[in-house]
């Protein structure tokens, strides 16, 4: 059974642990750099990426993650955890570092005020149609060669593959369907 860490210094940590569960895996926090190495596969959740950019430089937690992404370590970022994963941010809040690991460049909060938080269906590749819960969400401006498309909404990207790397603009996290969770499982396991 994988072993799959969540990145716990901000946001819906929790709800991750319980959808990597029920998919199938065994689930715990990580918040330092010894409990990252001891992880089979991670998930950087939603929450608001310039506070987990920032508590991830203090906790000494930015280098080791890209090191270990850069090695291939399988993650998968909703939402902020999305953000955390772009090479580029277009607009970034000044000392905003990510993480990288997918060739993108995100919009952080996207969809404006007027359509702040909402509710589609998404047709996610070899996936179907899931429940999007979209919160403040960014979506992706751009992808490069290696960057697979999974879906898109309204004529915006929001979910994207690159080998070990998978993100979604939404939240699969919250709506109790755990299809996407099950597929970063599978990748963990093909992995491993
Ligand atoms: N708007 C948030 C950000 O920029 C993301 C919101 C979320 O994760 N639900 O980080």
């Not at 969540?6 to 895996?25: F, K, N, P, S």
């Not at 950019?53 to 850069?70: I, Q």
């Not at 080998?163 to 109790?176: I, W, Y």
């Amino acid at each position: 059974t994988p072993v799959i860490g969540v990145l716990a210094l901000q946001g819906d940590v929790r709800e991750h642990l319980i959808a990597l569960a029920a998919a199938d895996a065994v689930a715990r926090p990580v918040r330092r750099p010894e409990e990252l190495a001891e992880v089979d596969g991670l998930v950087i959740p939603g929450g608001e990426s310039t506070t987990i950019s920032k508590l991830a430089a203090l906790f000494g937690m930015l280098e080791p993650l890209r090191e270990r992404v850069r090695a291939g370590l399988p993650v998968y970022g909703t939402c902020a955890g999305l953000i955390m994963l772009a090479d580029k941010i277009l607009d970034p809040r000044s000392g905003q570092e990510t993480i990288g690991g997918i060739e993108m460049i995100v919009r952080r909060n996207a969809y404006g005020r007027q359509n702040e938080s909402f509710e589609a269906t998404v047709e996610v590749a070899g996936v179907g149609p899931v429940e999007g819960v979209f919160i403040r969400a960014p979506w992706v401006e751009s992808v490069g060669a290696e960057t697979e498309v999974l879906a898109e909404h309204g004529g915006h990207i929001v979910a994207v593959r690159q080998n070990n790397a998978l993100a979604t603009s939404f939240h699969p996290e919250l709506t109790g369907d755990h299809r996407m969770h099950a597929l970063f499982v599978d990748m963990v396991r093909a992995a491993s």
